[in-house]
């Protein structure tokens, strides 16, 4: 009504106008809640009118696998994995774990890019594991290594995974040696013993 005398008077309506800037934690808490209180000289009590404001939560994340080696060929062969993951959503990850489908890996070496003693995968960070596996007998005859790595979070539904396969470079080889216990025969009858002897090169 008179917008100078700095007084409500009746029927007449101040209107407040101002921002409020989104921070992680509120897309973290899925809303933004808010209470405006207004106080007066005649009203001491505050009145107080609330808001939220809910959030889009999107949480989303990478699962990349890398090995050292394209191939291997021998047993005892060592390969070392590397896996990044990497929170590509909007909220941050917490309850992060890691698994791989390969039993036998050493145990895992992991780096955190932004806090690494939050133990929490944030927005836009990657989180990196390193560990190995030593090739046995049974790989190379299958002709491959084959794992799975697989990230859980109480924030995703599902897991997310990257595979990765490390090639055997077979050689299959084999030596035959044979051999007769007589070095000439003269007469029917005369009965000849052959050994031979395969191996497995």
Do not use: C, R
Request: no cysteine; proline share 5%; net charge negative.
């Amino acid at each position: 009504i008179d917008p100078e005398d700095n007084i409500l008077q009746v029927g007449e309506v101040w209107t407040y106008t101002y921002t409020y800037t989104v921070k992680q934690s509120d897309l973290d808490a899925g809303k933004v809640d808010n209470a405006a209180s207004v106080t007066t000289t005649e009203i001491p009590d505050p009145v107080t009118d609330d808001h939220t404001v809910p959030a889009t939560q999107t949480p989303a994340m990478t699962v990349v696998k890398s090995a050292d080696k394209t191939t291997f060929s021998a047993v005892d062969e060592v390969i070392t994995y590397t896996v990044e993951v990497e929170n590509t959503g909007n909220i941050s990850l917490t309850g992060v774990n890691f698994s791989d489908s390969l039993t036998g890996i050493s145990p895992l070496v992991k780096t955190e890019s932004i806090d690494p003693e939050d133990n929490i995968l944030q927005v836009g960070e990657v989180w990196t594991y390193t560990y190995t596996y030593t090739v046995k007998q049974s790989d190379l005859d299958a002709g491959k290594v084959v794992n799975v790595a697989s990230v859980e979070t109480n924030e995703t539904t599902d897991p997310v995974t990257d595979t990765e396969t490390v090639p055997a470079s077979t050689q299959p080889s084999i030596k035959v040696v044979k051999s007769a216990d007589k070095t000439t025969f003269s007469a029917v009858d005369e009965v000849i013993t052959y050994t031979v002897t395969v191996t497995n090169t």
